[in-house]
Each structure stands twice: as structure tokens, then as C-alpha cells.
């Protein structure tokens, strides 16, 4: 059972995965049909160099400049892919992957010369949830309210710009609370799962809400670390909600989600 002060150190993280995973499902099928999925990798590396860029060259800078920070890397990658996008749709995909190593690269090299470079890049790639407090809940939350609001409420918004600003304000508070791995875990598997289902967006967020529950409380109770922890949870969730139960078969039996 978990203890008091356990409970204290869970409930934080499974808020934060929670919200992401509810707001990284219809983003994730969406780059899904895009057929660009390096995209959250690349983001999400891209707004860690503006995190480490600022950690480095701003003395312990405040929390709205690291954010800003941020923010500012996930946007002009953002303005960037969707510029290739207009204009060289064929090499996206190619073009975004090595986005993706250039901006790891350019963060290695940062921190080569720091004494806890090591630790900083683990932490940027596997995340810490489990020192997620509930104040980073609380800043975080209107985001990703906001990005769900007008995922649901404004659709035009899916198409054009608009999901690549949608795309790089949800990565940019993601990769802060649950690092890189997470990130592309809670995108790209839910979606897989999801990708034949007749209600789509249903499935990939019940992939996600259970994949976290027993990836945080796994990583707890066994003192693990919970992002590597996070990523296999989605991993064998994702497994079974794809082949173990499949979708035919469902729709065959009870008319419920399809294949």
C-alpha cells in the first residue's frame, strides 16, 4: 500500500500525467495522419535546449524566463515545420528528424563542460514526474485547458498553424513535467493503439489514463525511475488495447468502438 508520504509525492505526478496524456491523445493521432512523427521528439528536444540554454547563461534564472525560454525554441521550431511543410512537404519527416539530432547535439555540447551535464540530460530525456509538485500542476493546467478547449471547441485549429502552435505549447510544458521519452511515449502509442478504432480519441485516452496510473504507481512503490517506468506502461498498454482485445471482435460482439 502506499504511504502518507508517498501519497504526497503520487498524487502530484498522476495529476500531471493525467493531464497530459488527456491532452497529448488528440494531438498524437493527429500527427499520426500527418505522418510526421518525429515531431514531438524534435519539439520537445528543441524546447530542452531553450531550458538548458537558459539554466546556463541565466544564473538560476525564474521560472517565467525558463518557461519563456522555452517556449520562445518550441515556437520557431513550430513556425519552421510547418514552413517545410508549404514548401518541401516530401523531406518533412526527413528534415524534422534531424532537427531532432541537431538540437540533442547542441544540448550535449552546452553541457559538455558542466559537472552535472550528465544528470541534466537524463533528467531532460527521462523527466522526473515524481517531483512534480502540485504548484507545477496548478501553472501548467491552463494550458493544457486552453489547448484542449480549442481543440474541441475551434476544430479549424487542427488544420494549418494553428496545430503546430497547439502542438509546441502542450511540448513545451510537457517536457518539463515528464521529460522527452514521456513525451513521445503519450503522443505516438496511444494513437497507434487507437488508429483503427472506431472511437478513436476514446481509446487512445483510455491507453493513456491507465498507462499512467500504473506506470507512476509502479515507479513509487518500487522506487524505480518513473519516466523509463511511464514509457514501458504505455508500451504494454498500448499492446493490449491493439491485440488482445481486437477491434472486430469488439465491434462483432457488442457494435462498440471499431477496428
Known amino acids: 500500500m502506499l504511504s502518507a508520504e508517498m501519497l504526497e509525492i503520487v498524487g502530484p505526478a498522476l495529476a500531471a500525467?493525467?493531464?497530459?496524456?488527456?491532452?497529448h491523445a488528440p494531438l498524437g493521432i493527429e500527427v499520426m495522419k500527418r505522418g510526421i512523427i518525429f515531431i514531438d521528439l524534435a519539439?520537445?528536444?528543441?524546447?530542452?535546449?531553450g531550458l538548458v540554454a537558459a539554466a546556463l547563461y541565466l544564473h538560476e534564472p525564474a521560472w517565467w524566463v525558463a518557461q519563456s525560454a522555452a517556449l520562445g525554441c518550441a515556437l520557431l521550431a513550430a513556425f519552421f515545420f510547418r514552413w517545410i511543410e508549404h514548401k518541401?512537404?516530401?523531406?518533412?519527416?526527413?528534415?524534422?528528424?534531424?532537427?531532432?539530432?541537431?538540437?540533442?547535439?547542441?544540448?550535449?555540447?552546452?553541457?559538455?563542460?558542466h559537472p552535472h551535464g550528465g544528470e541534466k540530460i537524463q533528467h531532460l530525456l527521462?523527466?522526473?514526474i515524481l517531483f512534480v509538485t502540485w504548484r507545477d500542476v496548478l501553472v501548467h493546467s491552463p494550458i493544457y485547458i486552453m489547448i484542449l478547449a480549442c481543440w474541441f471547441i475551434v476544430p479549424t485549429v487542427r488544420s494549418?498553424?494553428?496545430f503546430y502552435l497547439l502542438f509546441a505549447l502542450a511540448i513545451t510544458s510537457s517536457v518539463q513535467l515528464a521529460g522527452v521519452y514521456v513525451v513521445f511515449s503519450?503522443?505516438?502509442?496511444?494513437?497507434?493503439?487507437?488508429?483503427?478504432?472506431?472511437?478513436q480519441v476514446l481509446t487512445a485516452w483510455s491507453v493513456g489514463i491507465v498507462s499512467v496510473l500504473a506506470g507512476v504507481v509502479f515507479a513509487?512503490?518500487?522506487?524505480?525511475?518513473?519516466g523509463p517506468v511511464v514509457v514501458l506502461s504505455y508500451t504494454l498498454a498500448a499492446i493490449a488495447a491493439r491485440y488482445v482485445c481486437p477491434p472486430?471482435?469488439?465491434?462483432?460482439v457488442s457494435g462498440g468502438w471499431g477496428a
Open 17 to 23: 500525467g493525467l493531464i497530459i496524456a488527456l491532452t
Open 43 to 49: 519539439i520537445a528536444q528543441v524546447a530542452g535546449l
Open 88 to 113: 518541401c512537404p516530401e523531406q518533412q519527416e526527413a528534415i524534422i528528424g534531424s532537427s531532432f539530432v541537431l538540437a540533442a547535439s547542441m544540448a550535449l555540447l552546452l553541457l559538455a563542460d
Open 126 to 128: 527521462s523527466g522526473q
Open 160 to 162: 494549418g498553424l494553428g
Open 186 to 199: 503519450s503522443l505516438i502509442l496511444p494513437a497507434l493503439a487507437s488508429e483503427k478504432a472506431k472511437r
Open 220 to 226: 513509487a512503490v518500487l522506487d524505480l525511475p518513473a
Open 248 to 252: 472486430a471482435k469488439r465491434r462483432a
